[in-house]
């Protein structure tokens, strides 16, 4: 059975402090793993899809990895605005086009 | 290019009513899914309409229904509430239903059953 696992469910750091979200996956075949960011109260927003192993993306702060096994969201010098929930989703080979999301790691950033 | 969007922002019903929640997609989307999203949880697959038929379906009861109109929007229908049917519902929206397309997400509807 396909899982998505997040760590840690919460993360505090200071303004200026990097740090990785965690994405640990199991899918039958991954045909893409999707990182998004959610603030309170709103939808998704899309940050970056990783197709294979070694592939890495970066926007502003952000940069996702991924392995065969697990993806990182690595967040350089954060600030405040950055604090969101950050969620981890995968499709697999034989799924309908749905996505299996992980619980997501909640990220505050103190000033 | 207008985005996502989902009407009622919130919506508060009785355990046995029904309910209809509606989404419009994204100019130039055909396809859309709905996710269910409990409070501290990932969303959960619900089911997908590409082009007006119902196109994959996630591990939800019958009571759960939708339609999508020839202009892309749709409604998420839900029969016979239940109390654990409280959540946030959100509505996806993404240009084809090709893999690896990202999707576009409204900022849901919070449905309380009472």
């Known amino acids: 059975e396909d899982q998505v696992t997040q760590s840690p469910e919460a993360l505090r750091l200071q303004e200026g402090e990097s740090s990785s979200l965690n994405c640990s996956y199991t899918?039958?075949?991954?045909?893409?793993l999707f990182w998004y960011r959610q603030d309170p109260g709103k939808g998704p927003e899309f940050l970056f899809t990783?197709?294979?192993?070694?592939e890495e993306k970066e926007k502003e702060r952000l940069k996702a990895t991924l392995t065969k096994k697990e993806s990182f969201l690595h967040i350089t010098a954060p600030k405040p605005e950055d604090s969101a929930t950050y969620l981890c989703?995968?499709?697999?080979?034989?799924?309908?086009?749905?996505?299996?999301w992980g619980a997501g790691t909640k990220l505050i950033i103190k000033p | 290019e207008t985005g996502v969007t989902q009407s009622p922002t919130h919506l508060i019903k009785t355990r046995g009513q029904q309910v209809t929640l509606r989404c419009s997609s994204q100019s130039g989307h055909n396809t859309v899914s709905w996710y269910q999203q409990a409070l501290g949880q990932g969303p959960q697959f619900i089911f997908q309409y590409y082009r007006e038929e119902e196109n994959g379906r996630g591990n939800f009861p019958p009571r759960f229904s939708g339609l999508q109109f020839p202009n892309y929007s749709s409604e998420l229908n839900v029969n016979a509430l239940e109390l654990d049917d409280s959540a946030l519902y959100l509505c996806?929206?993404?240009?084809?239903?090709?893999?690896?397309?990202?999707?576009?997400f409204g900022q849901g509807t919070r449905l309380t059953v009472v």
């Open positions: 899918v039958s075949g991954l045909r893409g």
């Open positions: 989703a995968v499709q697999d080979g034989g799924s309908n086009y749905q996505l299996i």
């Open positions: 990783l197709y294979s192993a070694g």
């Open positions: 996806a929206s993404s240009p084809e239903t090709a893999m690896n397309t990202e999707a576009f």
